[in-house]
């Protein structure tokens, strides 16, 4: 059997942070308050090497969520029920929107953001705090100096970008006494813009560790739908993977993110138990060059050169 570019091992995101999974587990939709529910996900994701979980301050605001920070604050509740859960994950958040302006990464602002998810969270240290969005008219060298201080003072320990640019994380990176730690584009067989952009040549040439955020297209890549947004060949060539590799048509979106050598952490976003657990059938796939290639035609219509 050809061998799989499937990536199933650990990511290190930084020296002082436990390896994590190759998926992670996403609570932009974590909005149950229930928490005996909440605290059963989390643990389903644990229980299947998602390690890394996810989160933000403006997650909340959608998908059943009632307000800015409600999705911290859950989390903060399981892991304040249940403090043995704070020791098996990398716990990861984000700062730097703020709903109206829209973003936000002045000093004052960016320092009361990162303390204000610490008390959401209930937790003295964030393992890995990120910018959401970059703030067009903050200076890259104030950004810098903020994170380095609270950095210094203990409250976050890994540093990390979203939906930046490569010459954005070029300009942060310029002025940081310490490595970037991850990029977080969006990223999927129907996404492939970090693959031209320069955002995974980055990585590679930095070390960075991407976490690719929707990795099924906002669930479109999951199921057979035509007039979705997903070119039909795209969706046919996914489907014919899943019938050859026997798993279903997640498994193949997530193999492929998985398959470059920048070595991705994909972000599952289901609130499922079920498909949390099916996920890992993804480490399972075996994914050739033809295959990814194949993928990749099929996405951007055009054949390759």
């Known amino acids: 059997m ?13 020296d002082d942070l436990n390896p994590v999974g190759p998926i992670g587990f996403g609570c932009w939709r974590f909005t149950d308050t229930d928490i005996d529910r909440a605290h059963a996900l989390i643990e389903v994701a644990l229980d299947a090497g998602m390690n890394l979980i996810d989160t933000a301050d403006v997650y909340g605001l959608d998908w059943g969520g009632t307000a800015f920070g409600l999705n911290e604050e859950i989390l903060g509740r399981v892991l304040a029920a249940h403090p043995g859960l704070r020791g098996r994950m990398v716990l990861a958040t984000k700062g730097g929107i703020v709903p109206g302006v829209p973003y936000d990464q002045s000093e004052a602002h960016l320092r009361s953001a990162c303390e204000a998810s610490l008390r959401r969270l209930q937790v003295d240290s ?12 903050a200076h890259p060298a104030d950004v810098a100096a903020t994170l380095a201080s609270l950095r210094v003072e203990g409250k976050i320990k890994a540093v990390g ?10 300009a942060l990176q310029a002025h940081l006494p310490f490595p970037v730690a ?14 031209r952009d320069g955002t995974f040549d980055r990585c590679m040439r930095d070390g960075v560790t991407p976490i690719a955020w929707s990795p099924l297209a906002g669930g479109r890549l999951a199921v057979d739908s035509p007039g979705n947004g997903v070119r039909p060949e795209l969706t046919d060539v996914i489907g014919e993977l899943a019938e050859r590799e026997g798993v279903d048509r997640a498994a193949i979106a997530y193999a492929f993110v998985l398959s470059h050598p920048a070595r991705p952490v994909a972000v599952i976003g289901t609130q499922n138990p ?6 890992i059938a993804a480490l399972e796939v075996t994914l050739t060059r033809p295959d990814l290639y194949r993928i990749i035609e099929a996405s951007e219509g055009n054949p390759l050169p």
């Open 2 to 14: 050809p061998a799989t570019l499937v990536d199933a091992t650990p990511r290190t995101i930084s």
């Open 274 to 279: 079920s498909r949390i657990a099916a996920a």
């Open 161 to 170: 970008i979203s939906n930046f640019t490569p010459d954005q994380y070029d």
């Open 126 to 137: 964030i393992d890995l705090y990120q910018i959401h969005r970059p703030d067009l008219f």
């Open 182 to 195: 991850t990029s977080q584009p969006e990223f999927s067989a129907a996404h492939l813009d970090p693959l």
